[in-house]
């Protein structure tokens, strides 16, 4: 299994990480990139990575949605605002992959999201899958 390790520098960050992933793809290979995160307060999503303030408004609403407000959750270690965005975008995603390549869209990348930051030692977990031609 590889490893793609990640950290991040703020509490809430919104990282591209469509880089590290390609890297890690077999030359001429065709078939579906799998990511999954072991972790509770981070996730993973893909969305427009042309316009930094798009990561930005993504931030803001999440903070709408679960405000870090320690005493409206019950959860003892104080994060649940972070436990709730990060269930809400999910820990994993599946991307195809054709010749090699991403088939992402034209806007999209594919992002870590931090919601208990900073945190040295973020992992995702990445397995490929061959396609069966039928
Ligand atoms: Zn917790």
Request: negative net charge; proline residues 3%.
């Amino acid at each position: 299994m590889i490893t793609i390790n990640i950290s991040s520098s703020n509490h809430s960050q919104i990282i591209d990480i469509t880089h590290k992933v390609t890297k890690l793809i077999p030359k001429n290979f065709n078939g579906i990139c799998h990511l999954f995160m072991q972790h509770t307060t981070c996730a993973i999503t893909i969305n427009e990575n042309a316009d930094e303030d798009v990561k930005h408004d993504i931030l803001k609403m999440f903070d709408v949605i679960a405000p870090w407000n320690k005493d409206f959750f019950k959860h003892y270690e104080g994060n649940s605002a972070a436990h709730v965005k990060s269930s809400l975008l999910g820990f994993s995603q599946t991307i195809p992959i054709e010749n090699g390549l991403l088939k992402l869209g034209t806007w999209q990348g594919i992002f870590f999201c931090e919601f208990d930051g900073p945190r040295t030692e973020r992992q995702i977990l990445v397995q490929f899958f061959t396609e069966q031609k039928i």
